[in-house]
DNA sequence: CTAGGGTTAG
């Protein structure tokens, strides 16, 4: 039912505006001949409060018919917005609805947004226009769905649990699951009271996330305590999620739990059931679950029999795969290339390539089309990129950030499968061939196409293709994922274009990507050996503040770089935080570097550091120290310090430095120096700190 | 006759 809870009632057009027009110049129903065009026109006249008051039999039938008859001329007009008008009194806010939705159905994004909008103007709307137009728009861009959100006038519709389950599906299907638990919070907080529904929809973003599973039970767990029970709709978002994580002894459990409540399985559940067992591909269970399915009446659909299929290829059962697949285009359901696609993927990856290219022939020979997404209209970009946003996005909570999510048609899944494929089989002339080909066929690819590609040229060496997919990806406006980054990265270090590939670690960095040990190490070599000393560092920092714990080698690596390319203070840095995970040798090299050429105002607190990690101060660098000292008198201080601190730590000046400092005393005071160096005497036994007197047990 | 949620995918 309609509520009026937005107050637009007392703006209606409806009740000021009724003969602005003479009842003549609207048009006949062109639709529904049955109603006579008087008939039609004398309703339209009428004010719609009467009709509403009055529901006479008769009448409300003519006026449901008129009504149905004027939704379906709006839906079909050429020039819809001129219907609108000319059928604005027999239209009510639920008809307009209707249209909407129809509109949202079939794809008509900017008849959708044009139809919001003038009900917007018209004040002839409500929560039903609100929840549906932010779900169709919603499901392709969140932040076109909250300024609609933002747009409501009405304070208290903004909790209407329909509009809030419509705005937070949109933000789990554009993937942000964590910003739509907080606004969920937050609208909890200004008076939401979630449904089935809204805990339904938040399930659902945990079906393809990781450590999914354990999120949605801490979730379903609170189901109780809101008064809320599991329906059929919700076992099946649990079964996906039980699913989508391997878990088939959870979902076989939540499917028990269901049938004891009453609830039959159908085939959401069982496809889930199935796809659970596709992890391990248990194809015993799967077989199992199949007859269960049909002698309960459920008739296998596409899904399931792509399940299955998957099931059968994960379990390494490739002939009664190419059965299956043989029976599921002779039921139609290989209209895209999709079951193809998975049975060449699994032979590829159990290295039966040339059964694969068999099938991928095959495929081809038939003349299989690729699954194609629907492209976003550019009207909708237009129409929202102007006046909308302004002084409401302001308003807008911080962590929700505005980003589009562009669906892109998907070509050539299979293409880039192959691909893959021939790269596994280190077959790379030839995947650069299919990679050639299947740009000129397809004219759009998504990332993961553009990504497959741009791996094959790399492994063949063609820098020319390699250019090219970067520009093409530019032009197509597709940003690069952390894949793109790391096939290039890896592909200029072979290539030894190691600033390149430094430049491309920073791109890679600055979008937030996390970047792999592995490969920073190997850049890190690189770098270092063609003396792009403070590079190397720089990524080396990068590695070591994004992630909790490096492999240890590393520091060591940085290190000799550093020395090498004498950026010592940098050195120093390192050794001190990782002083403990760093060898003897490398410690001492450094030790004596930072002696000779390190910031001398730094020289005692490099060898206390030493020392404090259990390094052993060899003579050669307290030698160097104390020499660079005499060379420096104004550092007679630092000197001091240094000799009145070594004996206490077990060290003593050798016989050369002692008759160096000596000779040089008159700088420093002869008795102050002739005190300090009689704690020198007395070399006392090495018995170090690693080897305590007494040992507790 | 009236909004919002669940199945296969490189």
Redesign the pocket.
Known sequence: ???PVLGFELRCPHLFNISSRPSSSLSPPTVSLRIPTTAAASTVVESPATVAEAPRSKRHSNT?LTRKSAISEVERSPDFLSSLQRLERVLKV?DL?VIL?DFGISGRWQDLIQLFDWMQQHGNI???TY??CI??VGAKSVSKALEIYQSIPDESAKT????C??IL?SLV?NGKLDSCIKLFDQMKRDGLKP????Y??LL?GF?KVKNGYSKAMELVGELPHNGIQM???????VL?IC??SGRCEEAESYIQQMKVEGHSP????Y??LL?SY?WKGDYKKADELMTEMKSVGLEP????M??LL?VYIKGGLFERSRELLSELESAGYTENE?PY??LM?GLSKAGKLEEAKLIFDDMKGKGVKS?NLVPISESLQVRFGGQLRSNRLASLPVFLDNDFNFPFS?D??AN??MI?ALCRSKRFEEANQLARDSETTYEK??L??LN?MLCAYCRAGEMESVMRMMKKMDEQAVSPDYNTFHILIKYFIKEKLHLLAYQTLLDMHSKGHRLEEELCSSLIYHLGKIRAHSEAFSVYSMLRYSKRTICKELHEKILHTLIQGKLLKDAYVVVKDNAKMISQPTLKRFGRAFMMSGNINLVNDVLKVLHGSGHKIDQVQFEIAISRYIAQADKKELLLQLLQWMPGQGYVVDSSTRNLILKNSNLFGRQLIAEILSKHHVRPLVKSRSQPKFRCK
């Open positions: 039912m309609e509520t449901y639920q609805n939705r409500s929560v039903s929840s549906s779900k169709f209407n649990v329909y509009i389950n419509s599906s299907k449904d089935v529904v809204t339904n929809t659902g079906i329906d059929g709709v919700m076992y099946g978002t996906a699913a989508s159908n085939l959401y559940h496809s889930s796809n596709s659909n596409k899904v399931m792509t399940t998957k999709m696609c998975m993927d699954a998907s050539g899944y880039s499968i893959s690819c998504d993961v196409m497959t």
